[in-house]
């Protein structure tokens, strides 16, 4: 029996609706500040400031990009054995508050350190390797670093051991979850990936 096309219209308005309103709840930060705080501090740091080299900083971050990677590591997409462990008992609501309050703390600002390098990292980071078809981070990341909401990362202040490593994992194919990430450090040697590592950790 075929619905009257009244009834379907409204059947759709009213999904609509509701999606539009699931879009607006708010998150709950103090919900995500415990969540935080019961499992993530010890790697990632009171204030999502982590000060371990290897791990990286989340404050500040944009909540769109922490939320896609807390569903990605959950569902395999991203491979990282205590992470997919972590996302795994967490519901997309606790995904938003804990993405949320960590946009909410702000971010301590990092250092570059290998003096050698920098001047190649922030040729690489603005200007990209032309002759190579590698495009300038900044065209995605923005010139300080501070990304895009919802499409890219910040990656300002970011622990350069960090991002070097994520760079490889692109490169080699350990980290499969984003093809434009891939098609770049394919390109890239070691050198080139130390060097705009270390000085992305200098960007404020």
Known sequence: ???PVSLLCAAAAAALSFSVQAQAVKPDLAKGA???GGACVACHAADGNSS???NPK???QHPEYLIKQLQEYKSGKRNNAIMTGFASGLSDDDMRNIAFWLASQKATPGAASDKDLVNLGERIYR???????IAACAGCHSPNGAGIPSQYPRLSGQHAEYT????KHFRDGTRANNAQMT???AKMNDREIKAVSDYIAGLR
């Open 34 to 36: 415990a969540l935080f």
């Open 127 to 133: 200007g990209g390797i032309p002759d190579r078809q």
């Open 1 to 3: 029996m075929k619905l």
């Open 183 to 185: 098609g770049v450090a």
């Open 58 to 60: 989340l404050a500040q």
């Open 164 to 167: 070097e490593t994520q760079l």
């Open 52 to 54: 371990t080299p290897a």
